[in-house]
């Protein structure tokens, strides 16, 4: 399962948006107090940039955040009544909203298989197990969006990010107890290897 903690689609849209070069536990310290403070779209479109930024700033890139989750809830509330839209075109129309944010949102909550989420875990990952020779998240997507069935675009995406924070690691993956070592092009390159 994803592993920001969210009760309803806005908070996972937040959740995600204050999740880039930052860790999921870090985000779940600070956003018990942001959501409590502002529970809804309409509330963060009315927040202070100012009291936003202190809130957040122990996630990094604080002001560009707060400009995105600003954008990001002003839009919601002006096209859309305040609630989140349910498609990959309305939310990347969104400020601070690309494919990856969209397709955590939609396919973690929503339950629409719209995509495959590429992170860092899923690019390195995907590149290890030879499921794509690309660096580009876009294109990755799409390789492994024509390799595994659409029914379980939403699963592969955890399972595979799960694997890569807790066994394929970037600097020294387990190899010796990963279960798709056997399976793993880059298995037998052994611990320490990069692909």
Not at 76 to 105: C, F, S, W, Y
Not at 173 to 179: D, M, Q, R
């Amino acid at each position: 399962v994803v592993e920001l903690d969210h009760d309803s689609a806005y908070q996972l849209l937040v959740a995600t948006i204050l999740s880039a070069q930052s860790t999921d536990r870090r985000i779940n310290m600070v956003t018990p107090a942001l959501f409590e403070r502002f529970p809804d779209a309409r509330s963060l479109a009315a927040a202070d940039p100012d009291e936003l930024e202190e809130m957040i700033r122990s996630t990094g890139f604080f002001r560009m955040k707060t400009k995105h989750l600003l954008g990001m809830a002003r839009a919601v509330t002006a096209h859309h009544d305040g609630q989140i839209p349910r498609t990959m075109a309305e939310l990347v129309a969104l400020p601070g909203v690309a494919r990856k944010t969209a397709n955590v949102v939609l396919g973690s909550f929503f339950g629409i298989p719209s995509g495959i989420v590429v992170d860092t875990h899923m690019q390195r990952l995907s590149r290890r197990l030879g499921l794509t020779a690309e660096t580009d998240p876009q294109k990755i997507e799409r390789d492994l969006m024509a390799q595994v069935p659409r029914s379980r675009w939403i699963g592969f995406s955890q399972q595979v990010i799960w694997h890569g924070r807790r066994v394929c690691h970037a600097r020294k993956p387990a190899c010796e107890t990963c279960p798709l070592a056997p399976l793993c092009p880059s298995a037998e390159l052994g611990a320490g290897a990069e692909a």
